[in-house]
């Protein structure tokens, strides 16, 4: 058997020359490895996160330069838009097939204005006022002609048209006088044969001047004439007429205060009867 030959001692060089190294600790090269491994991972690591950190700042930069174009933009991706109105003489497209044109083919469109609105009646007046009064002569008023007559009011039948002064009021009439200056002569009217005009038993006919009745001499004018003329209207009264100036029409004689004047035409009852009269006999001979 071969001898075996025994280790020399550590603290002794081999006879090739060989001494171990006592200059490092041993296990240094291992550390200094796996130092150099950790750093680079290490190193590995930060990379990735900048890189990382970067890219997702690079997104969000992005995203706002699209949404400010977007905001600046209202057309943009994601935003309805409405076509504006086309111009009003541009034909609109022809109706497909299943569906209805919104306008006729053919003519201008027409619109219809809407109804104003009516505010409703005061409550003095009827809820469907009347008609202003016919432009004709009714049968409870005669004909005209020379026909002597007194005339009476409606609502004071005690009380005549009566000539005091040069002004005409309503009156009770008593005495002798006063029944002569009640009674006038029916005459065709001066300006219109169809109406009437009265005249006094002096030869004075009965004419308005600044809306108040009056007698007067006839001066032969146009305007005496038509101040004198008088056309009878149908009344809201059973059996009374009301007169009308032919030259101011609208406007009726009325007495208010028992004076005779010239007022326009009202729907109230106060004026219906103030403006309602009936011719009646001759108070005195002629």
Not at 80 to 107: C, L
Not at 117 to 135: F, I, K, Y
Not at 177 to 196: E, I
Not at 225 to 251: H, W
Request: proline fraction near 10%.
């Amino acid at each position: 058997m071969p001898e075996g030959k025994s280790r020399p001692p550590q603290d002794q060089p081999w006879e090739s020359g060989w001494a171990p190294d006592t200059s490092r600790v041993p296990g240094t090269r291992r550390l200094w490895l796996a130092g150099a491994l950790a750093i680079a991972t290490v190193a590995a690591c930060v990379t990735a996160i900048v890189l990382t950190d970067r890219h997702a700042d690079d997104t969000s930069a992005a995203q706002d330069r699209q949404d400010r174009t977007t905001a600046a933009d209202p057309t943009g991706p994601g935003l309805i838009s409405y076509a504006s109105a086309s111009p009003s003489g541009t034909a609109s497209p022809a109706a497909g097939p299943g569906r209805k044109s919104d306008k006729p083919s053919a003519g201008p469109a027409t619109t219809t204005a809407p109804k104003p609105h009516r505010s409703p009646s005061p409550s003095t007046q009827p809820a469907d006022p009347p008609e202003p009064p016919a432009a004709h002569p009714t049968s409870a008023a005669p004909k005209p002609s020379s026909t002597w007559r007194s005339v009476r009011s409606v609502n004071y039948p005690d009380r005549y048209w009566h000539v005091n002064g040069s002004y005409v009021g309503l009156d009770r009439v008593t005495y002798g006088s006063a029944r002569q200056d009640a009674t006038f002569k029916l005459a065709k009217g001066l300006a219109d044969a169809s109406c009437y005009s009265f005249a006094t038993t002096d030869g004075s006919y009965l004419r308005h001047r600044n809306f108040v009745l009056r007698s007067e001499r006839d001066d032969g004018s146009s305007l005496f004439k038509q101040d004198a003329t008088f056309c009878p209207r149908t009344s809201l009264v059973s059996g009374a007429i009301m007169l009308e100036a032919v030259n101011y029409p609208g406007r009726y004689l009325r007495h208010k205060d028992f004076k005779l004047r010239l007022d326009p035409y009202q729907y109230g009852g106060q004026y219906q009867s103030d403006s309602a009269f009936r011719l009646v006999e001759a108070l005195a001979s002629t």
